[in-house]
Nanobody
Framework: QVQVLEFGGRLVQAGGSLRLSCTAS????????MGWFRQAPGKEREFVAA????????YYGDSVKGRFTISRTNAKNTVSLQMNSLKLEDTAVYYC????????????????WGQGTQVTVSS
């Protein structure tokens, strides 16, 4: 059974930075591609970023390119999302997604999701 846990969300001012983390259990961590999605109230879920099991490949949604960085430390079973230059529109619940298939993560068809962590950007 795969368990996914994300943490680090909080209230932050616009222009500030925040780092989210996610961990997953069930299989060797390096076998998992991992990604971040977000969903704001009244909006559809949006792809944020994804990273391959080795960390050698990363993908970003257009709205966060150049501001967010996804990384992983397999020895610590952790994937992080560094968010810089935060904007009001970054306010959302952020979800971590996990799968052995990168396609499943990027396409959001994986069955393995965390419960979400709230990020609120204030003016």
């Amino acid at each position: 059974q795969v368990q996914v846990l994300e943490f680090g969300g909080r209230l932050v001012q616009a222009g500030g930075s925040l780092r989210l983390s996610c961990t997953a259990s069930g299989r060797p961590f390096s076998t998992y591609a991992m990604g971040w999605f977000r969903q704001a109230p009244g909006k559809e879920r949006e792809f944020v970023a994804a990273i391959s099991g080795s960390g050698g490949s990363t993908y970003y949604g257009d709205s966060v390119k150049g501001r967010f960085t996804i990384s992983r430390t397999n020895a610590k079973n952790t994937v992080s999302l560094q968010m810089n230059s935060l904007k009001l529109e970054d306010t959302a619940v952020y979800y971590c997604a996990v799968d052995e298939s990168m396609d499943a993560v990027v396409s959001a068809i994986t069955a393995y999701w965390g419960q979400g962590t709230q990020v609120t950007v204030s003016s």
